[in-house]
């Protein structure tokens, strides 16, 4: 069975730093890109972050709203992608969700808030 | 960035009937479009992935097609458990995006 389990989530100031991770379980880790999709307290989803595998170089790509301050990394030893959240805003206030993804998402984990507020 | 324009944002349905949700992007997306369906408080599921193709276990009365610009999910002898709001996403062109979203309320 396929698990995504992301943690670190919690109640940040602006400006601060989060890291969020993403624990896999139930497929081959190295073998998937990944995704971070977040979703503002009732308002619709929003693509953050992707991660290619090794095998394209692990290049990453984000949405133009967190470029320069989010970081997507992996870590196939240990199966678990982060998303590092730098110079935190207000409006970055969300569930986080990770997503095992194909450019699709074919499977999501439960989601973790992040609250920015001071 | 592409957008993404969902309609209409509330659709109001009974059990039985069939409903379809439209999705246009402001440029050509080929066919890589895929739908979710989102239930208060829980993450997302894809229904259908590439336009058409309908996730392993996801009832047949879900479908979708299109192609470009222009695409729609139709639910066929909508069931209770179908009552949800539905976005879908292109994934052609960095970044990715979402429609805004559709939810399918009981009439």
Redesign the interface.
């Known amino acids: 069975e396929v698990q995504l389990v992301e943690s670190g989530g919690g109640l940040v100031q602006p400006g601060r730093s989060l890291r969020l991770s993403c624990t896999t379980s139930g497929f081959i880790f190295g073998d998937y890109a990944m995704s971070w999709v977040r979703q503002a307290p009732g308002k619709g989803l929003e693509w953050v972050g992707y991660i290619r595998t090794r095998s394209y170089g692990g290049a990453t790509h984000y949405a133009a709203s967190v470029k320069g301050r989010f970081i997507v990394s992996r870590d196939d030893s240990k199966s678990i992608a982060y998303l590092q959240m730098n110079s935190l805003k207000t409006e970055d206030t969300a569930v986080y969700y990770c997503t095992k993804s194909s450019g699709w998402s074919d499977e999501w984990g439960q989601g973790t808030l992040v609250t920015v507020s001071s | 960035?592409i957008q993404m324009t969902q309609s209409p944002s509330t659709l109001s349905a009974s059990v039985g009937d069939t409903v379809t949700i439209i999705c246009r992007a402001n440029q050509n997306i080929v066919t890589?479009l895929?739908w979710?369906q989102?239930k208060p408080g829980k993450?997302?599921?894809?229904v259908i992935?590439?336009t058409s193709n309908l996730?392993p276990g996801v009832p047949s009365r879900f479908s979708g097609s299109g192609s470009g610009t222009d695409f729609t999910l139709t639910i066929s002898s909508l069931q209770p458990d179908d009552f949800a709001t539905y976005?879908c996403?292109q994934?052609d062109s960095?970044?990715?995006?979402?429609?805004?979203?559709t939810k399918v309320e009981i009439k």
């Open positions: 960035d890589y895929a979710y989102q993450a997302p599921k894809v992935y590439r996730k976005y996403q994934y960095y970044p990715w995006t979402f429609g805004q979203g």
